[in-house]
């Protein structure tokens, strides 16, 4: 079936830096979308989601970009914390189904 | 206002025997939705529940796996005969309303090992 993928397995970022997070999903019914992170041992936890009629959304030190044209999502994280280590999951529903997760992304912040 | 609470959190079952995970929703919610993750992969959906009903099951495998969420009490997970291949952490959700439609929030999982 369709599914959601992310271009990058590791990124690795300096302390201070902004983060960017990529995402293709390839279900263009695709109406919601949503960027989780999830610690080591720790179940997802939601950090910021966007629909469809929207392109921009933006949270604390978060924004969410969606690019319908080419089917794109981006997470970005301004000011990178050492806490922000972990890894990131972009997932993605359309109507009323279930969400479809990406592979996820670590990001890994150096000091 | 608790979040989504799950147990047991650690769970070890030889092959051949049965596992049931439970899952209270949060305050409010009705809607429950169980993943199954495999380590270094993402959350793959297995069943989403509604009080008393089964909305979706079509990420379920077809045997030995069922999920029920009644009218009181928690969801269980229940896994009949456990192979070494069902060794994975499973999560549930819950959500205050249908679907994909507003965000899911999840428990801390429960991992199961096959030994």
């Known amino acids: 079936g369709e599914s959601v993928g992310l271009h990058l397995p590791t990124l690795s970022v300096q302390e201070g830096d902004n983060s960017i997070i990529n995402c293709a999903y390839s279900n263009s019914a695709s109406d919601y979308f949503i960027w989780y992170k999830q610690e080591s041992g720790k179940g997802p936890q939601f950090i910021i989601d966007i629909r469809s009629n929207m392109d921009k959304r933006q949270g604390q030190r978060v924004t969410v970009l969606l690019n319908k044209t080419v089917k794109h999502l981006s997470l970005q994280i301004a000011a990178t914390q050492p806490g922000d280590s972990a890894v990131y999951f972009c997932?993605?529903?359309?109507?009323?189904?279930?969400?479809?997760f990406g592979s996820g992304t670590r990001l890994q912040v150096q000091p | 206002n608790a979040g989504v609470m799950q147990n047991p959190r650690h769970l070890v079952r030889r092959r051949g025997q049965e596992a049931r995970l439970r899952c209270s929703p949060m305050k409010g919610h009705s809607h429950v939705y169980w993943y199954r993750q495999l380590p270094e992969e993402g959350l793959k959906f297995m069943v989403y529940?509604?009080?008393?009903?089964?909305?979706?099951e079509s990420g379920m495998p077809k045997e030995r796996f069922s999920a029920e969420f009644p009218k009181e009490g928690p969801s269980i997970l229940r896994i009949q005969q456990v192979v070494r291949g069902d060794s994975a952490a499973y999560f549930c959700a819950s959500s205050p309303t249908a679907g994909g439609l507003s965000e899911q929030y999840f428990g801390p999982g429960t991992r199961l090992t096959v030994t």
């Open positions: 997932a993605e529903s359309t109507g009323r189904r279930a969400l479809t």
């Open positions: 529940l509604q009080k008393e009903n089964i909305i979706d």
